[in-house]
């Protein structure tokens, strides 16, 4: 057929996916409206203001209707409260009031009504009419966004086998990966670290980013093929193309089955070295993979993914807790909660409503939190608390720049002990805590840092992200993005060191501790602690179990003498090749 489009990006999960594509809106900030309306069309108006009135309602309620989780059922009161507003007499009719007195469209009305509204609230402190602000702009843009018909991703129909075609998936969209019928998604722009990509291999939905211009050649209910084993998306597909692609999809699927058995074995090398294989977890959906794949703890829990699931609402202290108390629940181990990483390319926006000229370098994760110091203090004060149950909690600090940034945020995890004390709240002293490594600066003096924590992290994300300049998310320059430049092989290798030498923990848990390829090679540097999406674990314990730590150490003392990622990648891909059986078929798996 002459349309087939065949397009070539990033394969984010190394599956293959075939069904119709649904285009999501891009979202940019919505621009209100403001015109006259002749007065024999005001009742058309205010029946058009009445009618998005009504249309909000039933989406809230439909919302509503879908929580199932326990975190999702403390949102339950937020839905209440919305649905409340909009059936405030008075607020509707000051709206059609002003239309009709005006002779104004409905978007600028309901806007200056409640514009009006909130004006009466400045100046007063309470923390209630804090919260009604936050509720009446909620809703005005909720019921703005369904009269200028933008922002309507989540209210639209999935039909089974739902290929999501976006420019980029923004996290108040991320809901609709878990209506179970999205089973692929192509996306323009995005890398291997972006969040929708991370999502996308929490959720096991094949998935290919980076592809430019997917959202200008695909059109609503077009068939689409998405191969994240080649990084290919194929639009309007052959028929006799489509069986190809289903028996692809089918020896993955044996292939993953036959990993889960090493995922019951121990991971341990041929010599006897024993490796902590860890889980990232992002949101509660992941939980059964967790024990399916046999994690030995979490060694990274995004904290942030809680705000962004109740934003705008800011979680509560009892909010965080419960959430906390449900992951520890699902892992025997170790479980590290890493505090609010919120900014950069994460969303700081879609949660705090406020935009950065240079988000990337800007007021960031522990930057954020010791300038809300309410919002740190909230989230602190839960891991405590819980950490009085459960020994198995730790706290990590992300993109710890320097010792005296850390060391701010020491005392005033210090601060926050003491008043817990003091209002007789049970936690563990000694709570274990610790930091990401991920900024360039941190990595050059692990060896000062390691005085002050319990452990580190090393965060490849944003590591790789800073050490080269290249910015994560941006598809142009991510053939750049390169975990074997031996920069920052060599920043790895120095992090790992440092932290044996002083004789603190140090795992990794950016998306390199999860890629087979690599595997060897950081063992022979060292590193005994993974952590990675649940579902890679069988991928890596594989490479464990299959190779000495003696060679290991060899094959590492080789990379770190190289001089460009190029020759670093031919030598462990060679090396693994002589090493490990089977390692084609792992290679595959692109992570
Ligand atoms: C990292 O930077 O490697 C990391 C694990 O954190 P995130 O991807 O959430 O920034
Ligand atoms: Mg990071």
Redesign the pocket.
């Known amino acids: 057929m002459s349309n087939r489009i065949k397009l070539k990006g990033t394969g984010i999960v190394p599956d293959v996916a075939i069904g119709k594509a649904v285009v999501l809106e891009d979202k940019t900030k919505i621009i209100i409206p403001f015109y006259n309306i002749l007065k024999e069309y005001i009742d058309d108006e205010v029946e058009r203001f009445l009618d998005a009135l009504k249309q909000t309602k039933a989406q809230i309620e439909d919302a509503k209707q879908n929580l199932n989780s326990d975190l999702e059922s403390t949102h339950l009161s937020i839905f209440d409260t919305h649905l409340l507003i909009l059936k405030d007499q008075s607020l509707i009719e000051k709206t059609v009031n002003l239309i009709k007195e005006k002779s104004v469209n409905s978007e600028y009305a309901f806007k200056e009504v409640i514009k009006g509204i909130i004006a009466k609230f400045k100046g007063m402190d309470d923390e209630y009419f804090k919260q009604r602000k936050e509720d009446l702009e909620d809703i005005a843009t909720r019921v703005i966004a369904n009269l200028i018909k933008k922002d309507v991703n989540k209210q639209r129909e999935f039909e089974q086998d739902t290929i999501l075609v976006a420019k980029v998936i923004h996290p108040s969209d991320l809901s609709i990966l878990y209506n179970g019928k999205v089973v692929g998604i192509a996306t323009d722009y995005g890398g291997v670290?972006t969040h929708t990509s991370?999502i996308a291999k929490a959720l096991n939905i094949p998935t290919v980013v980076g592809l430019h211009n997917v959202t200008k050649v695909v059109l609503d209910g077009d068939m689409v093929i998405v191969d994240g084993i080649e990084g290919e998306v194929i639009v309007k597909p052959q028929e006799n193309e489509k069986s190809v692609y289903i028996e692809k999809h089918q020896k993955r699927l044996d292939f993953q089955n036959s990993l889960l058995e090493i995922a019951r074995k121990p991971s341990m090398s041929l010599d006897g070295e024993s490796v902590d294989l860890l889980a990232n977890v992002e949101v509660a959906e992941e939980f059964p993979a967790l024990q399916k794949f046999n994690a030995d703890g979490v060694g990274?829990y995004?904290s942030e993914f809680i705000f962004l699931k109740l934003a705008p609402k800011l979680p509560s202290e009892q909010e965080h807790y419960e959430f906390y108390k449900k992951l520890c629940s699902q892992v025997k181990g170790e479980v590290t909660i890493r505090t609010l990483?919120l900014g950069g390319e994460k969303f700081f926006h879609e949660v705090l409503e406020k935009d950065e000229q240079n988000p990337v370098l800007g007021l960031r994760a522990v930057r954020f939190c010791l300038k809300r110091k309410d919002i740190f203090k909230t989230q602190l004060r839960a891991i405590l608390r819980l950490s009085g149950e459960n020994t198995n909690v730790k706290l990590m600090f992300?993109l710890i720049s320097g010792v005296d940034e850390l060391k701010e945020v020491l005392d005033f995890l210090e601060e926050t002990k003491e008043e817990m004390k003091h209002e007789g709240i049970h936690f563990n002293e000694d709570i274990k805590k610790g930091i990401?490594i991920?900024v360039p600066s941190a990595a050059e003096i692990p060896d000062l840092l390691a005085k002050y924590v319990d452990f580190f992290s090393i965060?490849?994300?944003?590591?790789i992200q800073y050490c080269l300049a290249i910015d994560r998310n941006n598809d142009k320059v991510n053939y750049l993005y390169k975990p074997s430049h031996p920069a920052v092989i060599r920043m790895i290798n120095r992090i790992i060191e440092a932290a044996n030498n002083s004789g603190i923990d140090v795992s990794m848990?950016?998306e390199m501790a999860g890629n087979p390829k690599f595997t060897v090679m950081l063992l022979g540097m060292g590193l005994r602690k993974f952590s990675m999406s649940p579902r890679t674990i069988p991928l890596v314990k594989s490479i464990i179990r299959n190779v000495k730590v003696s060679d290991c150490k060899h094959i590492a003392d080789r990379v770190l003498t190289m001089e460009s990622a190029s020759q670093i990648e031919k030598h462990i891909e060679a090396v693994n090749h002589k090493l490990i059986p089977d390692y084609e078929k792992l290679a595959k798996v692109k992570l």
């Open positions: 670290t991370i990274l995004r990483d992300p990401m991920e965060g490849t994300n944003d590591l848990c950016g």
